[in-house]
């Protein structure tokens, strides 16, 4: 799998969500290497946390500490801010799990509950 620049990859897909070849993609950026599958939980705080099993897709606007149990147990994750220093990304590195972030609206456009796939390489979430 080839990473792409952050000008490169909005010169393929643009920026938000967009189609691409087909399929729904929401565009972000590639914090955490790597491609997963699976159930979409969107977590608005820890109040939701009860929600999330083994293997879903974690989907929250940002996360902080109190959050690094739901990452140990996800397949990936999508947040809608942070960068390559925030907290999703280096837990997510550390846990070996794919994360994009800066994906805008991610918890608005993600539903709850869809199967998606999360590209953490090239920093798109297929919808």
Do not use: C, Y
């Not at 897909?13 to 969107?42: H, T, Y």
């Not at 099993?53 to 996360?63: F, I, M, S």
């Not at 550390?94 to 709850?112: H, K, N, Q, S, Y």
Request: no cysteine; proline share 6%.
């Amino acid at each position: 799998m080839k990473m792409l620049t952050s000008a490169q990859r909005e010169a393929m897909f643009g920026r938000g969500v967009s189609d691409s070849d087909g399929k729904r993609v929401l565009v972000g950026s590639p914090s955490s290497p790597g491609r997963a599958e699976g159930i979409a939980r969107v977590i608005s705080g820890p109040e939701d946390f009860a929600r999330f099993n083994q293997g879903d897709v974690l989907v929250a606007k940002a996360t902080s500490p109190i959050w690094t149990p739901l990452l140990g147990i996800a397949a990936a994750a999508v947040t809608e801010v942070g960068g390559p220093f925030a907290h999703a990304a280096i837990v997510a590195r550390e846990f070996g799990i794919p994360l994009v972030d800066g994906a805008t609206d991610a918890t608005r456009v993600i539903a709850d509950g869809a199967k998606i796939v999360v590209d953490g390489t090239a920093g798109i979430v297929e919808l």
